[in-house]
Nanobody
Framework: QVQLVESGGGSVQAGGSLRLSCAVSGISYGVTSMGWYRQPPGSERDMVATNMIVTITNSGIITYADFVKGRFTISRDNAKNTVYLQMDSLRPEDTAVYYC??????????WGQGTQVTVSS
């Protein structure tokens, strides 16, 4: 059974930092991308950052949403099957529920339960 367990959310003042973690289990091969999305109150879920995995070179192609470029950093630890989102210079508009996302074989999509991030001014 595939499980994505997120942690690291919380409340922080504007300008602060948080680091989200997503531990993935139940998938031993075929992961094509790992990433983070967010859903602010009353809004749709948007992509924040993705790491598309290039199997041949064991590297990744990273994409960031414009609204987090230069502030957020996605990374992964293959040994721990974990993906991280380092969030710096947080703004009140970053307040949202953040979801971990994993795609397997370019088709099967899995989501974490979400973790709340609240940034106060």
């Amino acid at each position: 059974q595939v499980q994505l367990v997120e942690s690291g959310g919380g409340s922080v003042q504007a300008g602060g930092s948080l680091r989200l973690s997503c531990a993935v289990s139940g998938i031993s091969y075929g992961v094509t991308s790992m990433g983070w999305y967010r859903q602010p109150p009353g809004s749709e879920r948007d992509m924040v950052a993705t790491n598309m995995i290039v199997t041949i070179t064991n590297s990744g192609i990273i994409t960031y949403a414009d609204f987090v470029k230069g502030r957020f950093t996605i990374s992964r630890d293959n040994a721990k099957n974990t993906v991280y989102l380092q969030m710096d210079s947080l703004r009140p508009e970053d307040t949202a529920v953040y979801y971990c996302n994993v795609v397997k074989n370019k088709y099967y999509t899995y989501w974490g339960q979400g973790t709340q991030v609240t940034v106060s001014s």
